[in-house]
């Protein structure tokens, strides 16, 4: 019993002769995991934002370039009407990144004046992938309430065709272009639908969502 | 116990697997539109009208033109005889929102002045889109043959548009913001005996139809 207690402590100071050893030389790696996350930005091109039909100058001008444009009930193809009598403004704003030499923003605002039924218009504008993330664009929202390219909706005041673009891939950097052609309504134009009404304001909000394109 | 186990396992797999979609990166873009619509609006603004008086003092028939605007009162461009007799003559009234009541009183055949006794009113275009101007004549009571017509069309700088005798020239003048039409209603009673004591009305009905829309 006494061997074994001896032996023992001959394989403990054995091993402890190696530890030291071991103590003396060492390495090490590291293996370092910085991660960046992309960004995923979805905005209006700077300047992008204009009407087809129709101008920002009111009235009295009645150059014929800024002649007001009809459409039949349905929205058909436009027809340049006589006079200046409705205007559009536009602008874009809430600045939200940039794509190239052009800044991009989150709003785009835009107001029909002095408008009547059968006034018609097209709206368009770009919108570019700004991130760094392709994204998809996977819902087209007005006034809350879903939409899909081509399709004529009628609101109380005025009827509206969205042109395009739900479905389709951003790779970052990409633009495109999108647009929408409206035509104020005319009481009687749809049954149980008001038509605009004189000296009103209304307002109407269209939501473009981009999501990133492996969630889509 | 192990039911329960599982259920709870489920729940926390389906709460993960939302969780998952809400943490999606989307971003949104938004189009803010505001539609402000114009206004067709044809107001009354003024009247004129004859009276006739007889001057006591010479026995002359004296014929005096009025003027009131919409809310005032009655006015003379020449006064009246200090000394006259009111013979026949007219009133105006706005009894409701754009109507006028014009009234004929006492008329007797004369052919002074326009051809007849005349009443007239100014219409001002005070909407911003321009409108086709329609004029339907409606008379009872009285031969049509005693009633005729003179208009005037304003432009915005109070300039002469254009002028005629015939309502049906009207149909389809175009009115723009500011412009006004002025429109005289001529009656006329004939040297007959069967003329007296005929009450009649006169109506006309004015529309204003947006320009783009018209005919």
């Given amino acids: 019993m006494k061997k074994i207690g001896l032996l023992c402590l001959a394989l403990v100071l054995v091993l402890g002769s190696l530890g030291i050893g071991y103590a003396m030389w060492f390495d090490e790696i590291i293996i370092e995991g910085p991660v960046d996350t992309g960004a995923l930005i979805l905005g209006f091109e700077e300047g992008s934002l204009y009407p087809v039909r129709d101008t920002e100058v009111p009235p009295p001008d009645q150059y014929p370039a800024n002649w007001d444009w009809e459409t039949a009930i349905g929205i058909g193809p436009f027809v340049k009407l006589d006079k200046n009598v409705g205007w559009i403004t536009w602008g874009l704003k809430d600045e939200k990144g940039v794509h190239g030499l052009y800044k991009l923003y989150g709003t785009a605002e835009i107001t029909l004046h002095n408008v009547y039924p059968g006034y018609s218009t097209e709206i368009t504008v770009w919108i570019a992938n700004g991130g760094s993330i392709p994204l998809i664009i996977n819902q087209i929202l007005l006034n809350g309430l879903e939409i899909s390219p081509g399709e004529h909706v009628v609101l109380d005041y005025m009827e509206l065709i969205w042109g395009n673009a739900l479905g389709e891939q951003l790779e970052p950097c990409d633009s495109r272009e999108v647009s929408f052609r409206l035509r104020i309504l005319q009481p009687g134009d749809y049954p149980g639908v008001p038509g605009a009404q004189q000296g009103e304001t209304y307002t109407f909000t269209i939501e473009i969502h981009g999501i990133q394109w492996n969630e889509a | ?215």
């Fill in chain 2, 1 to 215: 116990m192990k039911k329960i186990g599982l259920i709870c396992l489920a729940l926390v797999l389906t709460l993960g697997t939302l969780g998952a979609a809400y943490a999606a990166w989307i971003d949104t873009v938004v189009i803010s539109g505001t539609v402000q619509t114009g206004s067709l609006d044809l107001v009354v603004i003024r009247t004129n009208g004859d009276d006739v008086f007889k001057d006591l003092d010479t026995g002359a028939l004296v014929y005096c033109h009025w003027i009131q605007d919409v809310g005032g009162g009655k006015q003379y461009s020449t006064p009246p005889p200090a000394n006259g007799l009111l013979v026949a003559h007219t009133t105006s009234e706005l009894t409701a929102d754009d109507q006028v009541t014009i009234s004929y009183n006492n008329l007797f055949p004369f052919t002074g002045g326009w051809g007849g006794f005349i009443t007239s009113a100014l219409i001002h275009a005070q909407g911003s889109v321009p409108m086709h101007f329609k004029v339907t004549p409606s008379i009872t009571g009285i031969p049509a043959s005693w009633v005729s017509y003179i208009w005037f069309v304003y432009n915005s700088d109070e300039s002469l548009h254009s002028t005629g005798s015939l309502l049906s020239d009207l149909d389809g003048v175009q009115l723009h913001h500011c412009m006004k039409v002025s429109i005289g209603i001529i009656v006329t009673v004939p040297q007959e005996d069967e003329a007296m004591n005929q009450s009649g009305t006169i109506t006309l009905t004015l529309e204003g139809i947006q320009w783009n829309e018209y005919p």
